[in-house]
Protein backbone atom coordinates (compact mmCIF):
# COMPACT_ATOMS: atom_id res chain seq x y z
CA UNK A 1 0.00 0.00 0.00
CA UNK A 2 1.22 3.71 -0.71
CA UNK A 3 -0.20 6.52 1.29
CA UNK A 4 -0.02 10.17 -0.45
CA UNK A 5 -0.89 13.51 1.68
CA UNK A 6 -1.24 16.42 -0.48
CA UNK A 7 -0.56 20.28 0.89
CA UNK A 8 -0.17 23.85 -0.77
CA UNK A 9 -3.04 24.39 -1.90
CA UNK A 10 -4.96 27.79 -1.17
CA UNK A 11 -6.75 30.77 -2.09
CA UNK A 12 -4.83 32.98 -4.49
CA UNK A 13 -5.84 35.51 -6.66
CA UNK A 14 -5.94 35.13 -10.74
CA UNK A 15 -2.44 35.68 -12.43
CA UNK A 16 -0.88 33.88 -8.99
CA UNK A 17 0.95 30.75 -8.61
CA UNK A 18 0.68 27.81 -6.14
CA UNK A 19 3.18 24.92 -5.67
CA UNK A 20 1.29 21.65 -4.54
CA UNK A 21 3.13 19.48 -2.81
CA UNK A 22 2.35 15.25 -2.54
CA UNK A 23 4.71 13.24 -0.28
CA UNK A 24 4.42 9.40 -0.89
CA UNK A 25 4.97 6.90 2.06
CA UNK A 26 4.49 3.22 2.52
CA UNK A 27 5.32 0.69 -0.52
CA UNK A 28 6.95 3.77 -2.44
CA UNK A 29 8.74 1.20 -4.28
CA UNK A 30 5.95 -0.24 -6.20
CA UNK A 31 5.23 3.57 -7.44
CA UNK A 32 5.86 4.29 -11.56
CA UNK A 33 4.17 6.99 -11.78
CA UNK A 34 2.45 9.73 -9.79
CA UNK A 35 -0.19 11.42 -11.46
CA UNK A 36 -1.43 14.97 -10.66
CA UNK A 37 -5.62 15.36 -11.13
CA UNK A 38 -7.84 18.70 -10.22
CA UNK A 39 -11.93 17.97 -10.07
CA UNK A 40 -14.00 21.00 -9.16
CA UNK A 41 -17.53 20.72 -8.13
CA UNK A 42 -19.97 18.91 -10.39
CA UNK A 43 -17.36 17.85 -12.85
CA UNK A 44 -15.15 14.66 -13.49
CA UNK A 45 -11.93 13.85 -11.85
CA UNK A 46 -9.39 15.02 -14.78
CA UNK A 47 -5.88 14.49 -14.76
CA UNK A 48 -3.35 17.64 -15.25
CA UNK A 49 0.03 16.05 -15.20
CA UNK A 50 2.16 12.53 -14.69
CA UNK A 51 5.52 12.16 -14.32
CA UNK A 52 7.85 8.49 -14.39
CA UNK A 53 8.59 8.72 -10.70
CA UNK A 54 12.23 6.57 -11.53
CA UNK A 55 13.08 8.20 -15.10
CA UNK A 56 11.28 11.79 -14.61
CA UNK A 57 9.58 11.76 -17.48
CA UNK A 58 6.14 13.93 -17.57
CA UNK A 59 3.30 13.96 -19.25
CA UNK A 60 1.01 16.83 -19.34
CA UNK A 61 -3.14 17.74 -20.44
CA UNK A 62 -2.85 19.72 -23.67
CA UNK A 63 -4.97 22.09 -21.40
CA UNK A 64 -2.13 23.23 -18.69
CA UNK A 65 0.72 22.66 -20.75
CA UNK A 66 2.78 25.38 -20.34
CA UNK A 67 1.33 27.01 -17.39
CA UNK A 68 1.44 23.38 -14.46
CA UNK A 69 5.47 21.65 -13.99
CA UNK A 70 5.29 18.43 -12.53
CA UNK A 71 8.57 17.28 -10.63
CA UNK A 72 9.69 14.98 -7.87
CA UNK A 73 12.82 14.80 -5.90
CA UNK A 74 13.06 10.64 -5.16
CA UNK A 75 15.03 11.08 -1.71
CA UNK A 76 11.94 13.09 -0.14
CA UNK A 77 9.64 10.73 -2.09
CA UNK A 78 7.98 14.18 -3.21
CA UNK A 79 5.96 15.07 -6.34
CA UNK A 80 5.43 19.04 -6.81
CA UNK A 81 2.94 20.52 -9.14
CA UNK A 82 3.96 24.23 -9.74
CA UNK A 83 1.04 26.00 -11.23
CA UNK A 84 1.49 29.59 -12.77
CA UNK A 85 -0.91 32.25 -14.11
CA UNK A 86 -3.90 30.88 -12.59
CA UNK A 87 -7.07 30.98 -13.65
CA UNK A 88 -10.69 31.36 -11.75
CA UNK A 89 -11.36 27.84 -13.61
CA UNK A 90 -8.37 26.42 -12.05
CA UNK A 91 -10.38 26.37 -8.53
CA UNK A 92 -10.55 22.55 -7.99
CA UNK A 93 -9.39 19.98 -5.63
CA UNK A 94 -6.46 19.04 -6.34
CA UNK A 95 -5.36 15.28 -6.03
CA UNK A 96 -2.48 13.40 -6.38
CA UNK A 97 -2.42 9.39 -6.69
CA UNK A 98 0.16 6.57 -7.60
CA UNK A 99 -0.07 3.91 -9.90
CA UNK A 100 0.92 0.20 -9.42
CA UNK A 101 0.70 -1.46 -12.82
CA UNK A 102 3.68 -2.73 -14.12
CA UNK A 103 5.75 0.04 -16.11
CA UNK A 104 4.71 -0.02 -20.10
CA UNK A 105 6.97 2.99 -20.90
CA UNK A 106 4.72 6.05 -20.28
CA UNK A 107 2.54 7.70 -18.02
CA UNK A 108 -0.93 8.54 -18.41
CA UNK A 109 -3.46 10.61 -17.13
CA UNK A 110 -7.33 9.07 -16.35
CA UNK A 111 -7.81 8.09 -13.04
CA UNK A 112 -7.86 4.32 -13.97
CA UNK A 113 -4.33 4.34 -14.58
CA UNK A 114 -4.14 4.94 -10.77
CA UNK A 115 -4.88 3.06 -7.25
CA UNK A 116 -3.78 5.41 -4.69
CA UNK A 117 -4.96 8.22 -3.97
CA UNK A 118 -4.56 11.51 -1.40
CA UNK A 119 -7.38 13.00 -0.10
CA UNK A 120 -7.09 16.68 -1.73
CA UNK A 121 -5.73 20.00 -1.50
CA UNK A 122 -7.90 22.92 -2.38
CA UNK A 123 -7.05 25.54 -4.97
CA UNK A 124 -9.48 28.54 -4.88
CA UNK A 125 -8.64 31.49 -7.52
CA UNK A 126 -10.74 34.58 -7.10
Known amino acids: HVQLVESGGGSVQPGGSLALSCVAS????????IGWFHQAPGKEREGVAS????????YYADSVKGRFTISRDNAKNTVYLQINKLKPEDTAMYYC????????????????????WGQGTQVTVS
Open 97 to 116: AADRRPWVGWCGLGPADFSY
Open 26 to 33: GNTYSMNC
Open 51 to 58: IAFRGGST
